[in-house]
């Protein structure tokens, strides 16, 4: 069974929670003033602020939602590590050093420095809780896959404990707490990631061998084919017959077929074990072996309220999985249709430059000293985050081929392949896994939170004038952004996190970079300029991404054909059609403003 909670798995996590809420509750002696709260200072070295960059920006995405997705569908997954590093191109020689020298706390802080309008901090604060709520949901639903094997618990659970976790680490010590926190679980995560990828390279690939001593093809679908019903009142069938007491799709295909989800059925020259292999032959001996995928269809009984789900095999060639078309995200590339194509340019666009745009990652230019440390902080940043994304493509194709994927979670691939070597392996990863949660999920929190009570009571309305009631009132925001973080995490349960990262990118892109840009290089720009686009980006992106096909079908519940006819745009990713809306909405509206003096 690959899911069974043990004591070690219940220590392990334990032990990272308790150590992470201890750090907290001690360094918050040190966060009593607004400088402290919202940007430690400025006291943090830049070595490990870089670190924690990559602790802020590693999110559920990158380590369950990505690895998950290169699992199921090959390099297209892959597609995305490479998305989210180019971005960081942008954010080291267009933004850091600027944005470092312009503000002091937020996002809103650098915008808004020429200009001391109520207007501009205001749609900029807006900005900032729009995304930071975007960009909060893959995180809980990323919580919520985690508690279900670890601890054996539901779903809804793990989100209401990150959720009340993250708020104790925001509310007792804001900035200070959030990048230690950011800090030792991203050296975490690439360590043992490493150590996985390590063990992974010297397993090797195998043919494995049903419980008779055949070897396994998916030639044969009907044995292999896996039906899943969930009553309306949660009961489950596969097959037609009772799931038993484990609950787990997996056993049931172990009993039929002597395997697991996700296997080779054939190895180049006809061997069935390769032995250790290094990080190119690998590559090269996966691209000539034969690998089992799985295509699953869904359908619901109006009547009865019965959701079955199909798994079906598919063999494919390695050669064909480390091409980009496989996901059906990603078919436009293959396509023919322009609007296809469109669509897969357009989320590229958004994952390139939407991360100088993320005001979670924003924020921490301002807990550094000055704009060179900001710069040294970023290049850091890029090598620790482009070491990880090198290690998921090795950690999705392991858990590809290693007989322990769960095709209900593709989150929780990751976590399932290390537990295919040992469950104190397991135990570890998903903890530290857990840990990359509570570090993004902080750092969202601390940006909305500073949007609220510095950028919003305090600047625009004028309501909190004093330092300590400052950080009160940031605390109880954080306390309200953690409450609808968590309804949010159980309302979309059933979405990959990295599809619903695509929406915060694309909104963030849209709403923001535009603005910040400009304000940093165009001396024409105007405060009525950068209120219009910003504006313009968040209404546009959200309309678009709200009434995508992707989102009536995967969010409403319409069947693909119903989602394609209802949809208002003709593809899903508005980032190719937003972000430059942006740019044309502020040149116009600064041009026909300029003449102002006060504005200009």
Not at 374 to 391: D, E, H, N, P, Q
Request: proline share 4%; with cysteine.
């Amino acid at each position: 069974m690959i899911y069974e909670t043990n004591a070690l798995a219940v220590a392990v996590f334990s032990l990272f929670v308790a150590a992470v809420l201890g750090l907290s509750f001690w360094l918050g002696r040190k966060a009593t003033s607004a400088g402290g709260y919202f940007a430690a200072h400025g006291q943090i070295g830049w070595f490990v602020n870089g670190v924690a960059f990559a602790g802020d920006y590693l999110s559920a995405a990158s380590f369950l939602g990505i690895c998950g997705m290169i699992a199921f569908y090959g390099y297209d997954g892959f597609l995305y590590s490479i998305g989210y590093l180019a971005g960081w191109i942008v954010a080291l020689f267009v933004i850091a050093e600027p944005i470092r020298r312009l503000g002091r706390f937020t996002f809103a802080d650098a915008l808004d420095a020429k200009f001391q309008s109520k207007g501009v901090k205001t749609a900029a604060a807006i900005s900032t809780l729009v995304v930071s709520l975007f960009y909060l949901i893959p995180q809980m639903v990323g919580a919520g896959a985690l508690v279900k094997p670890l601890l054996g618990l539901p779903h809804w659970s793990g989100v209401l404990l990150v959720g009340v976790t993250v708020t104790l680490i925001v509310v007792t010590a804001g900035m200070v707490s959030t990048t230690w926190v950011q800090f030792i679980k991203g050296a975490l995560l690439l360590i043992f990631c490493a150590v996985l990828v390590g063990l992974i390279l010297d397993r090797g690939l195998a043919v494995p061998r049903a419980a008779d001593g055949a070897t396994i093809s998916a030639k044969d679908s009907a044995r292999w084919t896996q039906t899943l019903e969930t009553a309306r009142d949660g009961a489950k069938l596969v097959n037609g017959a009772p799931l038993g007491a484990d609950n787990q799709l997996d056993s049931r295909l172990r009993a039929d077929v002597g395997t697991g989800f996700g296997s080779i059925s054939a190895l180049p020259g006809g061997v069935e074990r390769t032995g250790p292999l290094g990080p190119i032959s690998y590559l090269a001996t996966f691209s000539q072996s034969t690998i089992v995928t799985w295509q699953k269809s869904e359908k619901t009984d109006a009547a009865t309220g019965t959701r079955t789900a199909t798994f079906t095999p598919k063999e494919s060639t390695g050669d064909d999985l480390l091409l980009p078309g496989a996901n059906p995200t990603f078919k436009g590339i293959r396509s023919p249709e322009l609007s296809k194509k469109l669509d897969f340019f357009s989320l590229m666009i958004a994952l390139f430059l939407g991360t100088a745009s993320l005001p979670h990652i924003l924020i921490r230019y301002y807990t550094v000293k000055d704009a060179a440390a900001a710069r040294k902080s970023t290049v850091v940043g890029i090598a620790a985050i482009g070491g990880f994304y090198v290690l998921t493509l090795y950690l999705g194709l392991g858990a590809m081929t290693s007989g322990h994927l769960d095709p209900t979670d593709s989150n929780m691939s990751a976590p399932l392949l290390a537990r295919s070597f040992s469950d104190t392996l397991f135990a570890i990863i998903s903890a530290i896994a857990f840990t990359t949660v509570l570090g993004t999920v902080s750092g969202l929190v601390m940006a909305g939170a500073g949007a609220v009570a510095h950028d919003l009571l305090a600047n625009v309305f004028g309501v909190v004038r004093e330092d300590k009631a400052k950080v009160r009132v940031a605390k109880i925001a954080a306390i309200a952004l953690g409450v609808g973080a968590m309804a949010l995490g159980i309302l979309f349960e059933r979405m990959n996190v990295t599809f619903l990262v695509g929406w915060a990118f694309n909104i963030a892109a849209s709403a923001n970079l535009p603005s910040l840009v400009m304000v940093l290089f165009w001396k024409r720009t105007t405060k009525q300029g950068v209120v219009a686009a910003v504006l313009v980006g968040i209404v546009s992106s959200l309309a678009w991404v709200l009434t995508s096909a992707d989102t009536i079908e995967k969010v409403y519940g319409y069947s693909a054909a119903d989602a394609a006819n209802l949809a208002f745009v003709p593809f899903s990713q508005p980032g190719l059609v937003t972000i430059p809306l942006g740019f044309v909405t502020l040149v116009a509206v600064s041009l026909m403003t300029r003449r102002n003096p006060a504005t200009a």
